[in-house]
Nanobody, 122 residues
Framework: QLSLAESGGGWVQPGGSLRLSCAAS????????IGWFRQVQGKEREVVSC????????TYADSVKGRFTISRDNAKSTVYLEMYDLQPEDTAIYYC???????????????WGKGILVTVSA
């Protein structure tokens, strides 16, 4: 059965770090593009970072460039999002999702995890 499951969220103080994991099952991770998205209540879900299949091209939202790093371990069927220098505006529910396309767009993603909460506050 196909599934994506996020873990590693929680509370952290401003300037702190967290590493999110997205464990995939039921499909070959290396054949698909995986993205991390986040959503704040009342706002549209937005893409944070994306790692494409094949050459593994990575992209980042401008708001997280230089602070977040996406990586994938195909042997472990897991994609990671390392987040550094977290700020209160990074507080959101974070989701991982997959697509057969090379770009992570809301309309492209065909399967989502349930999401995990990241809270950044003093």
């Amino acid at each position: 059965q196909l599934s994506l499951a996020e873990s590693g969220g929680g509370w952290v103080q401003p300037g702190g770090s967290l590493r999110l994991s997205c464990a995939a099952s039921g499909f070959l991770l290396d054949a698909l593009t995986i993205g991390w998205f986040r959503q704040v209540q009342g706002k549209e879900r937005e893409v944070v970072s994306c790692t494409s299949s094949g050459r593994g091209v990575t992209t980042y939202a401008d708001s997280v460039k230089g602070r977040f790093t996406i990586s994938r371990d195909n042997a472990k069927s897991t994609v990671y999002l390392e987040m550094y220098d977290l700020q209160p505006e990074d507080t959101a529910i974070y989701y991982c999702a997959r697509t057969a396309f090379s770009q992570c767009k809301l309309g492209n993603m065909d399967s989502w995890g349930k999401g995990i909460l990241v809270t950044v506050s003093a």
